[in-house]
């Protein structure tokens, strides 16, 4: 009998990959056994974009850096400081505006599309899970495609900002040579002076990112989301992300405490790999895509 070749849908969405080694492949099986199940929660970090051209803090290209972020109480105390961050944040926004989905991302979305996932807590603020087609996603700091007044707090489109900062800057041009994780880049001194902020166009007041700066809380009904859908989910899928901060690690504690199988994919170790059902030090394009592969039949 001839093998039949027609493909699910699932496996329609997503790219084919080889597996790598064969422990790699038997992690990515008893991977599969877990998601294929359905109910899972996922929870996403830098890791999952950095093959989007979208540089993290921790992972491999994270420590080819020393990126200082800004802090909410510089960014709110020094109009200095908002000057030097809105410029350079106009000239990282060409790259992180301009990034597409990878791999990793499709396979995610097609996961949830095949009924396998219960919902995404994602760390990252690039709106990439969201392009690739997945639509239960809890942006837990935020996004920077939105702009947020600090007085008013209407949200306005960082698209519209952009028009509006390169109709105040008609003769500012610079080029940054390193993009940081939070979508700045790196200029100097000189190339700041004499960058012109704008402020909010209904009242007047200060302009800030949709995103939570560092210093600043998350808003306690958007982490009460985030664990009520770990609460109810069958298992958590960790993607891309070192777990090194409080922000995310609790999630991990929470699926612990509930005795929820927990699994991470993940380029190098994790602060909650000690409570892990199952860890895979791998490439999280080519793994997620294998896994989608996989479970094209169930």
Not at 21 to 49: H, K, M, N, Y
Not at 83 to 111: C, D, E, F, K, T
Request: hydrophobic share 40%.
């Amino acid at each position: 009998m001839t093998p039949s070749t027609t493909k699910s849908p699932l496996a329609d969405q997503v790219e084919a990959a080889e597996p790598s080694d064969p422990r790699q492949v038997a992690d990515i099986a008893l991977l599969a056994e877990l998601v294929g199940q359905g109910g899972v929660a996922v929870l996403s970090g830098a890791g999952i974009s950095t093959e989007s051209g979208i540089p993290d803090y921790r992972g491999a290209t994270g420590r080819a850096r020393r990126a200082e972020p800004m802090t909410y109480q510089r960014f709110v105390g020094s109009a200095e400081a908002r000057r030097r961050y809105w410029a350079r944040s106009h000239v990282g926004w060409r790259q992180i505006g301009q990034a597409r989905p990878n791999a990793g991302h499709r396979a995610v979305a097609a996961l949830e599309r095949h009924g396998l996932l219960s919902g995404i807590i994602t760390q990252n603020v690039d709106s990439l899970h969201q392009a690739a087609g997945a639509r239960r996603v809890i942006e837990l700091h935020g996004g920077l495609d939105r702009v947020v007044c600090l007085s008013c707090r209407e949200r306005t489109s960082r698209s519209d900002l952009d028009r509006r900062l390169r109709e105040a800057n008609p003769h500012w041009h610079a080029i940054g040579h390193q993009i940081n994780p939070d979508g700045d880049a790196v200029l100097t001194d000189e190339q700041v002076e004499g960058f012109q902020v704008v402020d909010c166009t209904g009242c007047g007041g200060l302009l800030k990112p949709d995103v939570i700066f560092f210093g600043e809380n998350v808003p306690r009904a958007r982490v009460d989301e985030c664990f009520g859908m770990v609460t109810r989910a069958r298992a958590l899928l960790v993607l891309g992300s070192s777990l090194a901060i409080k922000s995310g690690l609790r999630f991990v504690t929470k699926a612990a405490a509930l005795g929820l199988p927990i699994a991470i994919v993940n380029q190098g170790p994790t602060g909650g790999d000690a409570d892990a059902t199952l860890t895979l030090d791998a490439p999280l394009g080519a793994t997620l895509t294998d896994l989608a592969t996989r479970l094209r039949a169930q």
